[in-house]
C-alpha cells in the first residue's frame, strides 16, 4: 500500500477541494493501491474560519491530521526576507513537525495550499511535492504573483506542475506538468482589454477583477485537480520512483517531468 502525507494550511475552498478530489480519487480506485495516511496543517482549530471547515473535513475522512500553528510558534519574531535563508526559529518549527509525525508512515508528502517554505532538514527528510501554478520554466511565488507576471510579460501559454520540494522556493525537480494556451478564444479579447495599460494602473483599477486574470486563474485551477490524481497515480502505480532527490521513470532512466498535457485535456473533455 503506497502512503501519501497531505500538508496543508487550508486557508480556502481550494485547499478542500484538493483534499476531496485526492480522497475521492482512492476511494474510487483511480489511484490505486495507496492512501492518505495523515495531513499535516500549519494552522489550529480557531484561527481561520476556513482552516476550520478544512479541519473538519479532514476529521470527517477519518484520516488522523495534526495541526500544529506556525503564527503561535512565530510569535513576534520576525520572517525572513524572501532572498535570505530561513532563520533558526523557522527551522526548529520545521523539527518540532518532524517530532509531531514520527509515528506514521509515509512514502511520498503532497504540498497543497501548504503556505511555508520547508526548510533543508525537512527536504532531506521527506520526499515532498509541491503543487505549483504556472508551468516548468515559468514564474515563481503565489498564484496570484504568477499570473500578474504572466499579464506583465505578455506570455501565451502557462500550466501547472508539480515539483519536488527544495529550500529553494519552486526550483525542485519537476515531476509532472500540463500547459495550456492562454491566446485564442477566450483570452484575445481580453488582452485587447488591457493592451498598453500597465500592471499598476489594472491593479489600481480592477485588481483581480480584472477579466484576463480571472480568466487565467480559471483555466489554471480546473487542471490543479487532475494533475494531482494522475500525478499521485503514477506514484503509486511505480511509474514514478524519487530515489536520492532525482526522479525516475519505472525503468530506471532519470526524466525531467512528465508532460501530461494530452491526458488531462482528454480527462477536462470527459467530464464537459
Known amino acids: 500500500m503506497y502512503q501519501f502525507g497531505w500538508f496543508s494550511t487550508g486557508r480556502g475552498k481550494g485547499s478542500r477541494e484538493l483534499f476531496k478530489v485526492a480522497l475521492d480519487g482512492i476511494g474510487s480506485g ?49 520572517d525572513n526576507a524572501a532572498d535570505e535563508p530561513l532563520p533558526e526559529w523557522r527551522l526548529e518549527y520545521d523539527r518540532y513537525v518532524m517530532e509531531l509525525l514520527k509515528d506514521f508512515d509515509c512514502d511520498l508528502c503532497v504540498l497543497a495550499g501548504y503556505m511555508l517554505i520547508v ?3 525537512m527536504c532531506k527528510k521527506y520526499n515532498m511535492l509541491n503543487l505549483h501554478p504556472a508551468a516548468p520554466g515559468g514564474p515563481k511565488g503565489t498564484w496570484r504573483e504568477v499570473i500578474w507576471q504572466l499579464i506583465d510579460s505578455e506570455a501565451e501559454e502557462t500550466g501547472v506542475m508539480m515539483h519536488m520540494v527544495t ?34 494602473e489594472i491593479k489600481r483599477s480592477q485588481g483581480e477583477d480584472n477579466e484576463l486574470f480571472k480568466a487565467i486563474r480559471q483555466h489554471g485551477v480546473k487542471r490543479e485537480l487532475p494533475l494531482i490524481l494522475t500525478t499521485m497515480f503514477a506514484f503509486s502505480s511505480g511509474k514514478v520512483v524519487i530515489s536520492d532527490g532525482t526522479v525516475f521513470d519505472t525503468n530506471g532512466n532519470k526524466i525531467n517531468g512528465y508532460n501530461l498535457t494530452d491526458e488531462i485535456e482528454k480527462l477536462l473533455k470527459e467530464r464537459n
Do not use: M
Not at 495507496?34 to 484520516?63: H, M, N, Q, W
Open 30 to 78: 483511480q489511484i490505486k493501491n495507496a492512501r492518505i495516511s495523515y495531513v499535516f496543517c500549519s494552522r489550529e482549530p480557531g484561527e481561520s474560519p476556513e482552516t476550520d471547515r478544512f479541519i473538519e473535513l479532514v476529521k470527517s475522512s477519518g484520516i488522523p491530521i495534526v495541526c500544529f500553528s506556525y503564527q503561535k510558534f512565530k510569535g513576534d519574531r520576525p
Open 119 to 121: 526548510g533543508h532538514e
Open 167 to 200: 529550500p529553494e522556493l519552486d526550483k525542485g525537480p519537476v515531476v509532472s506538468y500540463c500547459k495550456f494556451p492562454i491566446t485564442g478564444e477566450p483570452f484575445d479579447p481580453l488582452w485587447q482589454a488591457v493592451k498598453g495599460k500597465t500592471i499598476d
